[in-house]
């Protein structure tokens, strides 16, 4: 069984990973089993930044490696808080600390301009060079308040009209077939197929 990376030490992107490729004939580890591995993430977008993730493990193991980086683009904020989305209210900070900071920037702002879309760009690297990078987006609402218990990061604030619900208000199924990852791994998934 061939073995793939991904390029994550967050916990919950490696169980959405998971849960997403689980059908697939590969061994899923992440960048908790290569702790002597440490990523630079300089880049100045999405692309960049899973173009770097992706190539500095494929490098450095050998193996299949797929990079992920992705954020939250709000339009009331010209985009903010773009490729600083995990680190919004400071290096360490946790999902509560970036939410509440997004939702203080947010007070104002009435419902009819709080859309926002989550960005994802996916970069799958082979040992031997070839790069594939593939978008995915979702489109919401940034919500006056955090509900829901489910996913991570961003997810109690993201609104989906269509469902009426928070994104960490839906099952991990639900949001596993909508969610910007979802969609940039769908088309991740031709170059994993054909291997």
């Known amino acids: 069984m061939k073995t ?3 390029a994550t ?3 919950g992107k490696l169980l959405e990973f998971k849960q997403m490729l689980g059908q697939l004939p590969y061994r ?4 908790a089993d290569f702790p002597e591995i440490n990523i630079c993430e300089d880049g100045k977008s999405f692309d960049e930044n899973a ?3 992706a190539r500095t493990v494929a490098e450095k193991t050998g193996l299949l490696a ?3 980086d992705s954020g939250l683009e709000v339009e009331a904020l010209g985009g903010k808080p773009g490729i600083f989305t995990a680190r919004y209210a400071g290096e360490n900070a946790s999902d509560e600390e970036n939410i509440k900071k997004l939702l203080s920037e947010m007070e104002n702002v009435p419902w009819e301009k709080r859309g926002a879309h989550f960005v994802c760009s996916l970069a799958l690297a082979f040992p031997d060079g070839r790069i594939f990078i593939e ?3 979702c489109s ?3 919500a006056l308040k955090p509900r829901g218990e489910y996913g991570f990061g961003y997810d109690p604030i993201f609104y989906l009209p269509a469902y009426n619900k928070t994104m960490a208000e839906l099952s991990d199924s639900e949001k596993n077939r909508i969610s910007h990852r ?3 791994l769908e088309r991740i998934k031709m170059y994993l197929e054909r291997i």
């Open 140 to 142: 919401g609402i940034i």
């Open 182 to 184: 979802a969609r940039a």
């Open 9 to 11: 030490k967050n916990p």
């Open 28 to 31: 899923i580890v992440s960048l």
């Open 135 to 137: 978008r995915g987006f």
């Open 4 to 6: 793939i990376v991904i």
């Open 66 to 68: 797929l990079g992920d």
């Open 51 to 53: 173009l770097i993730k």
